[in-house]
């Protein structure tokens, strides 16, 4: 079993330290790229075989591997997907989160959910940040950590387990940062804001409509802070917290994931949240063997999690959740463990989230600077474990991640919370029992822009604006980025089911 690793997040997902260049709310940052350096776009055929909608452009952006040496003969390239638009209205672009996902990756998916209008007015840019996809720099032989299983049932040790995490991640780390000299240190969100801003001046738009989704959020964030003359219109779905450490990126997660649990059970019953209650309690001192190994309260708490962020998974995980309540509740013996089996066995087929991604882990630790101890994550856990469970500080995962890195491979991304005065103020649609960002990240984000606005959503999904059928969410959004017209207030959405698969 795996310890958790943080999905596309996170992530917030996800998910600055002290000490973080903040840049006053009052003074316009310079509005061009380093003067040592041109940016030169490229346009090229497009890899055979490539989903795209018609009559994309496939191009390459030129940039310096580290802005902060632009003419120092190294650079990189980033990938980008454009299509144009019919009424040529300027360019819209997204990031999908992670950090790490592939923008390209989505270029279909994404432009086709897109209402007309939208697609009519704005040219539409999908882009690989550094070091994701098909942009360099490219990482070569990086290990993944090792496995540290906490004891599948009764008490854990949380100082023991955090002291081996720890060890595991910095082994792993510090390899792929010494293997990787010329491509490691130069993931950072400081160094992808000034590729973005270097991109937009490359395809002639005057501002930028930007979509920031889960870790996109931060990519926005540093970028209103930075560039703030560049951008026309922000959205920010599934916002990380301003002010963001990397302590808080993690130990923030078991409160958060008790509100998504019990916003879940009120939605589709609940009597959901006693049957978790009742799993767990059963789990912390049993292990139900299934033909795919033991199903431990670490897996349970693995799935639970990972389908809580998609509503249409709603009904499939209320079946589950039934049927495995009902089995460790039964009485009659023979029969309660082939029904224990069979229920295990059918959590653990399910798939489940990718391990954790170097691309992540280095973004990250170049973007958040502090460096958690074991004691302290040990602390954090004993709390956790007394308010929501012996399963809830596993979240608290993402706070290790970084060790065995230095704080200072990259600038820190600009964040905080001094306030952002933008010509036009975000809209921010954030989900009540988000599982991956939680609603008071988002909300102290918002707080950090001067007149922005906030959509709540009645759910745990996680990146909502046309993932749901809420017009509630969606018309208000399409609203803004056509005409830059807020609502008077923020708004909150009720739940609404998404279709059956």
């Known amino acids: 079993m795996k310890p958790f690793r943080l999905a596309a997040p996170a992530l917030s997902l996800g998910l600055l330290a002290a000490g973080l260049i903040v840049l006053p709310a009052q003074a316009a940052p310079p509005q061009t790229t380093a003067p040592a350096f041109t940016p030169t776009l490229a346009y090229e055929a497009c890899p055979p075989g490539e989903k795209l909608p018609a009559g994309t452009r496939c191009a390459t952006l030129t940039v310096p591997l580290d802005w902060q ?34 923008g390209i990756t989505y270029t279909s998916a994404i432009y086709s959910e897109l209402p007309a209008s939208v697609r009519a007015r704005f040219d539409f840019v999908a882009w690989d940040p550094r070091g994701v996809g098909l942009s360099g720099p490219v990482l070569n032989d990086c290990p993944e950590p090792r496995d540290v299983d906490p004891p599948a049932t009764g008490p854990v040790d949380w100082r023991v387990f955090w002291e081996e995490q720890l060890a595991a991640n910095a082994e792993a780390n510090s390899a792929c940062l010494t293997g990787n000299p010329d491509a490691a240190p130069y993931l950072g969100t400081w160094q992808v804001v000034r590729d973005l801003e270097a991109m937009r001046i490359a395809l002639g738009y005057e501002q930028w409509n930007y979509w920031g989704m889960s870790y996109g959020t931060r990519i926005g964030h540093a970028y209103a802070r930075t560039f703030p003359n560049s951008l026309r219109a922000l959205i920010m ?79 499939a995980l209320r079946e589950q959740v039934n049927k495995l309540y009902d089995a460790v509740v039964a009485t009659n013996t023979p029969r309660r463990a082939r029904a224990l089996r069979d229920a295990g066995e059918a959590w653990m087929g399910r798939p489940r989230a990718n391990p954790m991604a170097i691309t992540l882990v280095l973004i990250n630790c170049s973007d958040l600077h502090d460096r958690p101890t074991a004691s302290q994550l040990a602390a954090a856990s004993m709390a956790a474990e007394r308010q929501y469970g012996t399963a809830s500080p596993l979240w ?73 059928p809420s017009a509630c969410v969606n018309d208000p959004v399409t609203t803004y980025l056509l005409t830059l017209r807020q609502p008077n207030r923020d708004i909150s959405c009720g739940f609404v089911p998404s279709p059956v698969p």
């Open 69 to 102: 040496t632009p003419d120092d003969g190294r650079t990189i390239e980033i990938a980008l997907r454009v299509k144009r638009s019919k009424q040529r209205g300027g360019g819209l672009t997204f990031n999908p989160g992670g950090p790490g996902a592939a």
């Open 237 to 315: 779905d599934g916002s990380v917290m301003a002010g963001e450490t990397l302590y808080r990126f993690g130990t923030t997660y078991p409160a958060a994931l008790e509100v998504s649990q019990q916003v879940y059970a009120s939605i589709i019953g609940r009597g959901q949240a006693h049957k978790i209650d009742v799993i767990f309690d059963y789990l912390d001192d049993s292990v139900i063997p299934t033909a795919s190994g033991d199903f431990t309260r670490w897996e349970f708490a693995l799935q639970l999690k990972d389908q809580l962020g998609r509503q249409v998974a709603y009904p």
């Open 396 to 468: 608290s995962f993402n706070s290790s991640i970084c060790e065995g890195l230095p704080a200072d491979m990259s600038p820190a991304s600009p964040s905080g919370t001094d306030t952002i005065a933008l010509a036009t103020p975000p809209m921010f649609v954030l989900s009540t029992g988000d599982s991956a960002t939680p609603w008071v990240w988002g909300r102290s984000m918002a707080n950090s822009f001067a007149r922005s606005r906030t959509i709540s959503y009645a759910s745990t999904q996680h990146v909502t604006y046309m993932q749901t």
